[in-house]
């Protein structure tokens, strides 16, 4: 079974070096157990986005959500939701334990809420800005739920929700 999420995700335990992306910085708003890190590209210096996810062990269950998070945002494309770059599993010791962490790799975005904060907008400017993010949200939702049968959403925050560019 290991061998298939191995295969599938990409686990190498030569390390984050053989990543071909850099991690840099992360965003301050997270959400749930994943971790939001700026990012480059390796071979150009294009901006990317990556996020992280950490456990104790292979058999974590955050860590098998993670794993089927990458398997299906490979597998979707749409204009609303973020393009799957590249991902990679890697499990690092330290002393007598052991630590899994899943990295994937997508086209840049930002925090919403960092987002509002740099375009500084007020009134009308800010609400249509609002209207229009809401509309690309309920077409993602929409999308995934309707043609892709995949969301059964219970919680939706503003830590959540990513800005690509202009939404």
């Known amino acids: 079974m290991f061998k298939f999420f191995k295969d599938f995700v990409g686990v190498t335990v030569a390390g984050l070096n053989d990543l071909p992306y850099t991690i840099g910085e992360p965003y301050s708003s997270a959400w749930g157990s994943w971790l939001h890190h700026r990012g480059t590209s390796k071979d150009d210096g294009s901006p990317v986005s990556i996020f992280s996810l950490a456990g104790s062990n292979a058999q974590d269950g955050h860590l098998a959500a993670g794993r089927n998070g990458v398997k299906r945002l490979r597998a979707v494309r749409h204009p609303n939701i973020l393009s799957f770059l590249h991902s990679t599993e890697i499990e690092t010791f330290d002393g007598g334990s ?35 993010g809401l509309h690309q949200i309920a077409k993602a939702v929409s999308f995934l739920n309707n043609d892709c049968k995949l969301v059964s959403i219970h919680e939706l925050s503003l830590g959540f929700l990513l800005v690509i560019y202009s939404w």
């Open 98 to 132: 052991s630590k899994v962490t899943i990295y994937i790799v997508t086209e840049p975005a930002m925090p919403l809420s960092d987002k509002i904060k740099e375009l500084g907008l007020e009134g009308a400017q800010r609400d249509e800005y609002y209207a229009r």
